[in-house]
């Protein structure tokens, strides 16, 4: 993918609202930042990135992003003419890493082929895209990049206002686009089928609806308006519970959720077995914050 880079990017949320939750807005600003920060990592860039926030017209939001340097003592633009090619780097592989949950939706590809500089990927309905080599390392190899797409179309998705995402150049020209009835798929993380079984692992929000302290005991939640009851496998989480967080009905945790599932013969389908939560990303309090509102400037 061949990007006109200039100073920054713009990620922009569509609705019919001139608000955002600001949950919502919060997860996917911190989300984004963590995918950037792990690419300039791999890459060895060693940049920081500042988040600015705009509104334009009604019925849009708009991320301003620009990246700088924070390591030295005045601010300097990342995106000068010695360090533009990193800047550019970064930036093609937010897009790409997005691009590979759009095409792929949680399961594995049909095939994948290395070039000299460029990955091939096929999924298995025949489509196919070519993404930088380093991109797919990426993906392939770090799984913090792979919760943070997750959890950020997840986010998305429980926000009823909003209908579709972009990430755009400085000029407002998308460089990819995400509909509303695309951001359940780009939540889910993998699918495993083996033997009749099928295993999911999907980005999710929970509701707390009763609380279970011993290990081998099931919390019970509320999951997308259906009660749920799931086992949380995360021991770190049990650590902070010896250490004295309170929680409480209503409070909403953001896991990565397992749904082991059945084959059926005599339904056709997969039947739900169980449900199991691998780790606990985040814990929010019931009382949600005030939405954030958007003026025009």
């Not at 995106?79 to 792929?104: D, H, R, S, Y």
């Not at 990426?138 to 009823?160: E, G, M």
């Not at 509320?222 to 967080?245: H, R, V």
């Amino acid at each position: 993918m061949e990007l006109a880079i200039k100073n920054d990017f713009k990620i922009k949320f569509d609705g019919q609202q001139h608000q955002v939750d600001a949950n919502v807005l919060i997860s996917s600003l911190v989300h984004t930042t963590t995918i950037v920060q792990e690419v300039n990592r791999y890459l060895n860039a060693g940049k920081k990135i500042e988040i600015k926030v705009k509104a334009l017209e009604k019925g849009s939001f708009l991320i301003h992003i620009e990246l700088i340097e924070t390591a030295f003592e005045s601010l300097k633009n990342l995106l000068t003419k010695e360090n533009v090619v990193v800047a550019k780097e970064i930036i093609t592989a937010l897009i790409e890493l997005i691009q590979i949950k759009k095409i792929l939706k949680g399961k594995n590809p049909k095939s994948i082929e290395k070039e000299q500089e460029r990955t091939k990927i096929e999924n298995h309905n025949g489509d196919v895209i070519y993404i930088e080599n380093y991109t797919y390392n990426i993906y392939n190899n770090n799984t913090i990049v792979k919760d943070a797409l997750s959890q950020n179309f997840d986010a998305l998705n429980n926000d009823p206002a909003i209908t579709g995402f972009e990430i755009t150049d400085e000029n407002e020209v998308p460089y990819i686009r995400i509909e509303k009835e695309e951001f359940e798929d780009l939540a889910l993380k993998s699918e495993d089928i083996k033997e009749g079984e099928r295993r999911i692992t999907e980005a999710a929000t929970l509701n707390i609806v009763r609380v279970s302290f011993e290990a081998n005991l099931k919390w019970d939640f509320y999951y997308k308006g259906n009660k749920i009851s799931a086992k949380i496998a995360d021991p770190t989480f049990y650590e902070i519970i010896d250490k004295g967080q309170a929680f409480a009905k209503g409070d909403v945790l953001k896991v990565e959720l397992q749904i082991n599932q059945q084959f059926d013969e005599s339904v056709n389908t997969y039947v739900i077995k169980s449900y199991q939560i691998n780790k606990i990303h985040q814990h929010d309090l019931r009382n949600k914050p005030p939405q954030i509102n958007f003026e025009k400037e």
